[in-house]
């Protein structure tokens, strides 16, 4: 019962809004001393964890290209496109995001998408550029609020896109882990087709959130 | 066979570089520490599995207490002005689409047309690295054809803006793999069998509703603390989806245990312990609240997860 201490450390930790790389190496040293492993064993534990999990950071690799391309100009020119288009909300920009977004994830094809690739140079100033054409002027709680929409529709387009594709992870992880332990044979297209209607509830759920976005941009500027 | 080592090294070296461009900044506010951030993350990523775990675990521990404790901060890296881009944002046009769209484009051919290959019999890409070195070489393709279509007058510019981005993020860029390391030394300190013990005192084994919602809180709870439903999975359904929904109670097992997954990932949208998803995006946007995305995504996640919740006690048990 003692190891879920370490669990403990990190809830205060975050609620307390402690700076969450410290937070989570002490919590991770904690539990590891409480379970009993020797300061060798700890170090061991951060390097192979580290060693492991070096794909996550290959996400960053792509900066020096956009960054070049932001150089030159990349997010004025998705505002401009934007500019032309009338009728196009940053709602509804960012909906068709989510749409394609899902439907590209249910293909298995997540990597297209990703905050460094595509939200940051292009979707969120074209949702930017959208508002500005509507209203002019933006403040900085638009302009936050835009982020966060812009943020939360990649991360939920591919959540629950990528679920319905039989060869990602999570599907695997479900028939892996089923039939290793309890010695079924899942079909993981079963698993796969399961996952559809989660995701057509998503697409409505935060589709409809994105619709009513105008509204409280429309808000915030008054 | 091609793995994905060698794009840890390319990685590794654009953040030792971005390392060496802070020590060489005299403006920098915190200069040396945080030069020897990113040169220790670079050389990391490098080292990988080369070096001895123990050493590379201090290194891992050196550069999160340089982060964690607010040793490190961020640059002034000068670049061009607003109306300097917009004048160039006029002249090049949707050129400057092209490189941006390289990115997916190459992927998605060298994941599904590269996975394919054999050559006398063997994968011509180490199965399980194909999106990995994927966006590897559509990363350097990329930066090939926007040096070619821009012509940057020194081509290195790339890394010093690269440099920007990298900084803008800061210190959360190690999170994500801090996080799946708190996931492995818990698993080792045995915390997610004592949730499950837990978790089979707690649930009531006669009403299907309640077992149903124990499942899904508890893979949306504990995928909150760990930051991951894989790392849930496992551990709820051992304690309850297996032998109580699906033995006790007769539930088809395929439905059942991929609604749960989802109801896991309504956790994930709600959690920062999922930095990779919802704490470097506001960071690499420049969000003034780190937990904005957050903030909008709990809405969201509390309507599908009551949808969830809704199709595991129908779908399952027809």
Request: net charge positive; with cysteine; charged share 10%.
């Amino acid at each position: 019962m003692i190891v879920l201490l370490g669990v403990a450390l990190v809830v205060v930790g975050f609620a307390l809004r402690i700076n969450p790389l410290l937070v989570v190496t002490v919590a991770g040293i904690v539990s590891a001393l409480l379970a009993g492993l020797t300061p060798l064993h700890i170090l061991e534990g951060f390097g192979s964890g580290f060693a492991a999990s070096r794909s996550v950071t290959l996400a960053f690799f792509v900066l020096p290209i956009i960054g070049l391309l932001e150089r030159y100009g990349l997010q004025q020119r998705a505002k401009q496109l934007v500019s032309r288009a009338a009728g196009l909300t940053a709602g509804r920009l960012l909906l068709a995001y989510l749409f394609f977004r899902q439907l590209l994830a249910a293909f298995g094809l997540t990597s297209i998408g990703g905050t460094p690739q595509m939200v940051r140079p292009v979707i969120y100033p074209m949702a930017e550029g959208a508002a500005l054409r509507a209203y002019g002027a933006v403040n900085d709680d638009v302009t936050e609020t835009i982020k966060a929409n812009a943020a939360a529709a990649d991360t939920i387009g591919a959540f629950f896109g990528e679920d319905c594709f039989v060869a990602i992870g999570s599907v695997l992880l479900i028939a892996g882990y089923v039939d290793a332990s309890y010695h079924l044979k899942l079909d993981a297209l079963q698993i796969a087709i399961w996952a559809i209607p989660t995701a057509v509830a998503a697409f409505l759920i935060h589709g409809f959130r994105l619709l009513r976005l105008d509204g409280r941009l429309a808000r915030m500027i008054d | 066979m091609i793995g994905a080592d060698w794009i840890y090294w390319l990685c590794g070296g654009f953040f030792f570089i971005a390392g060496v461009l802070i020590a060489y900044d005299r403006t920098h506010p915190k200069r040396w520490p945080t030069a020897a951030f990113w040169c220790l993350f670079g050389a990391s990523l490098c080292a990988g599995t080369l070096v001895p775990a123990w050493l590379l675990g201090a290194a891992v521990i050196i550069m999160a207490l340089l982060g964690g404790v607010g040793l490190t901060s961020r640059g002034n890296v000068r670049t061009t002005s607003d109306a300097e881009r917009e004048a160039s944002a006029t002249r090049l046009r949707n050129l400057l689409f092209v490189p941006a769209l390289t990115i997916p484009a190459v992927t998605v051919i060298v994941a599904v047309g590269g996975g394919r290959i054999s050559i006398g019999g063997r994968a011509f890409l180490v199965p399980g690295s194909q999106t990995l070195v994927g966006l590897g070489v559509a990363t350097i393709a990329a930066l090939g054809v926007g040096w070619l279509l821009l012509r940057p007058k020194n081509p290195a510019i790339a890394f010093v803006e690269g440099r920007r981005l990298l900084e803008a993020i800061g210190w959360a860029t190690l999170l994500p793999q801090m996080l799946a390391t708190l996931g492995l030394l818990f698993t080792q300190a045995g915390v997610g069998t004592q949730v499950g013990a837990i978790m089979q005192h707690i649930v009531p084994e006669h009403s299907r509703f309640l077992a149903v919602l124990a499942y899904a809180v508890g893979m949306a709870l504990f995928t909150i603390i760990m930051g991951n439903a894989f790392a849930a999975f496992p551990i709820m359904t051992a304690a309850v989806g297996w032998p109580i929904l699906v033995q006790q109670m007769g539930a088809n097992p395929a439905p059942m245990f991929a609604i749960g997954m989802l109801a896991g990932f309504c956790g994930t949208l709600c959690t920062p312990m999922a930095a990779n998803f919802n704490l470097v995006p506001p960071a690499l946007l420049e969000m003034k609240d780190k937990y904005g995305q957050i903030k909008t995504q709990i809405p969201t996640a509390i309507a599908i997860f009551a949808v969830n919740v809704c199709l595991m006690l129908i779908v399952p048990f027809r």
